[in-house]
């Protein structure tokens, strides 16, 4: 066994979950699996809107990880009696994957696991800062998968209390294409050659109910298949599990961009499952999305420093690839669910480098919005997430918008409100839900149909929006708020810029878009069916 002296990774330090107690050491002979991540071959530019994106092959090249590195972990693994997996995209992907037993694991990180018992169920976890060989510690960028304690949860809500299936103000809920037509999306738009990814933290569809559901409301039903990640599974039980998220997701992104197609990635609900997850959409080559829609998350205070750092590492890579990522921004207000007194947001809607998307409520008649107002139901009922980052800093789309010097979120909105929510069906039955991660494929489904209509990748879309002022192409929501924060004139930390003006904001982002450059990614024309640390 080599004896080289271990230095911590920084950012990688792990507390027990609050309400957790030890229960014993974790049985050295179990298997397990852990993805380690190194570092670019050299710094990401700042992203920006492009005028060409990079192909896969150059991403690679230019910024994919270093062979002699992936060699080095492949010694490292030896060294400690680890197992190399083989996938063929270590490169891409920068990300090794190492199987052995849970003393080996041990051994290699300096770590020690323990298992522990928590009121949301048992898991494997460990305390302190993952170390390595100091010859080897400089390569890498994440260990994941040490520690598999549940990192996110779905940011969904059901109209009615838990367990009332079925139970809807008509007069209240729309389905999504109605949403769709009510923020002036176009129509009649073949969006049969695009991809949404949705990832997907547990839960699972029926093949019969997206069939079912799309004959009833008479539009074109999506291509939607199963990508499994790190041994997930497309695993629908119940409505009242995740498969409420699943079925949320598929219905709006499906039903405001009919025939769309739709590749749902399955993962664990740890840090590597979600690491893992981002990086084998945005770097999926086979289904090629051309956008990716997440509703999970969690506040920025129980993430580790490191993990936040490179999950958005990963959002800038597929900035840099064209793909844009909408993300939920939570629906447990300013405190996004912390009972500390102090205010908090999600993760990884804070990300910088992803559209973050908040809630509103919105009431209608003859297909129009007659008012928009934030969504908070208050006390149980939910309302939209929305703050100021205390990880990362305010992104330069931001300044002249957001005042001080943290990244603000959210940075748009739609419909989320479960009174005003969307009917869907889940596992047979159908079910009014709203909730901030309905918001997400609905921008989703927004982002594939201007790609089409303008025969390009919008790709980051960020640096795009935020010149953009109503009524260009948002409507500014200036009433109620999410507890800490109100919504006014302008951005805030409740909708963000606002809601989509679709038609005028279309307009708006083809004047805005440079030029287009040699070799720019487009939509694909085939329809594809068939930081560090836990």
Known sequence: MPNSRK???????????????????TDPHQLMEVSVVLKHRQPLPPAQQQARHLSHDEFASTYGAQPEDINRIRQFAAEYNLQVLERGDEALRRTVTLAGTAANMEK?????????????????????????????????????GLDDRPVAHPHFRYHAPKGAFGSRAASLSFDPNQVAGFYGFPTGVDVSGQTIALIELGGGYRPADVKNYFQKLGIAAPHVKAVLVDHAHNRPTSPNSADGEVMLDIDVAGGVAPGVGIAVYFAPNTTRGFQDALSTAIHDQLNKPSVVSISWGGPESTWTPQSMQNFDQVAQEAALLGITITVASGDNGSSDGINDGQNHVDFP???????????????????????????????????TGGGYSMVFARPSYQSGAVTGTLRGVPDVAGDADPETGYNILVDGHSIVVGGTSAVAPLWAGLVVLVNQKLGRRLGFINPLLYPINPPDGLRDITQGNNGAYSAGPGWDATTGKGTPMAMQLISALAAALPPVAAATTTPQATPQKAATGD
Request: charged share 15%; aromatic share 6%.
């Open 7 to 25: 230095v911590a990774l920084a950012g990688t330090e792990r507390v027990p979950l609050h309400g957790a107690r030890v229960i014993g050491p």
């Open 108 to 144: 290699a990180f300096g770590i020690e696991l323990n298992e522990y018992e928590h009121p949301e169920g048992t898991y494997r976890g460990r305390v302190g800062a993952i170390q390595m060989p100091e010859e080897y510690a400089p390569l890498v960028s994440g260990v994941f």
């Open 349 to 383: 809607a804070s990300s910088p480098h992803v559209l973050a998307t908040g809630g509103t409520r919105v009431t209608a008649a003859d297909g129009v919005i007659n008012q928009e107002t934030v969504w908070n139901d208050g006390g149980q009922g939910g309302s």
